[in-house]
């Protein structure tokens, strides 16, 4: 499988649960990144990740927690999420922090919290 | 003040015609790069054309060019010969001082609706 895969694609989950989203790229690339989408509000860069190091935080709430075992993956955990937070969440991966051209986004995962 | 404005939330066009979707963004950057991308219902961002800060000429990817102003700090999406798979989201993003790995801002999107 090529490109960046995303899942779950839907997730629907409750303020007091805990999920992850997943996703995974088959491209080589050293720079991973998770985003938020909100209806009609750009799209909200959360975390940048190069070489599995944390290099930045756009002032997330700590609701939110990446990780990045390895070069391959990375992951969102989520717990007490808000109704806000509701938003289709894409990941995109980049051979590295200064790639122009090769920005790769998933396919996104659409999360409702009810 | 925001970055990108893409002022157009939502747009038709015909089949076969041609449209142009409006982008203006704001940076004081001498070097930067000017993105459109592609989002259709499935989700995924697809990557369509980029135009470097420095480029002269105006770039091209098949159907679409990009019709670069720099004075005007436009960088309008155009689509010739509209197809009904074009009807998706359109991004423009830009990146600023690309070589020190800045983050993308993404403007709001237009929504493309082709019509047979």
């Known amino acids: 499988e090529t490109g960046v895969t995303q899942t779950p694609r839907h997730l629907v989950m409750g303020m007091t649960n805990k999920k992850s989203l997943k996703c995974e790229q088959h491209l080589g690339h050293n720079a991973m990144y998770w985003y938020k989408q909100s209806a009609k509000k750009p799209l909200e860069l959360m975390f940048v990740?190069?070489?599995?190091?944390?290099?930045e935080n756009n002032s997330v709430p700590s609701r939110f927690s990446p990780e990045c075992p390895n070069s391959s993956h990375l992951f969102l955990h989520l717990h007490t999420l808000q109704p806000e937070d509701s938003a289709l969440y894409l990941c995109a991966s980049s051979q590295d922090r200064t790639d122009i051209y090769g920005y790769t986004f998933g396919s996104g995962t659409r999360l409702t919290v009810v | 003040a925001q970055k990108i404005t893409q002022t157009q939330p939502g747009m038709f066009v015909q089949e076969k015609e041609a449209v142009t979707l409006d982008c203006t963004y704001d940076t004081s950057d001498q070097s930067y790069g000017l993105f459109w991308y592609k989002q259709p219902s499935s989700g995924e961002m697809i990557f369509l054309i980029y135009q470097g800060s420095y480029d002269e000429q105006n770039a091209t990817e098949g159907r679409y060019s990009l019709n670069f102003q720099k004075a005007r700090k436009s960088a309008n999406l155009v689509i010739s010969a509209s197809q009904l798979g074009d009807s998706a989201m359109y991004f423009c993003a830009m990146r600023e001082s690309p070589n020190t790995g800045n983050q993308f801002y993404f403007g709001t999107g237009t929504s493309l609706t082709v019509i047979p």
């Open positions: 990740y190069s070489l599995e190091e944390r290099v």
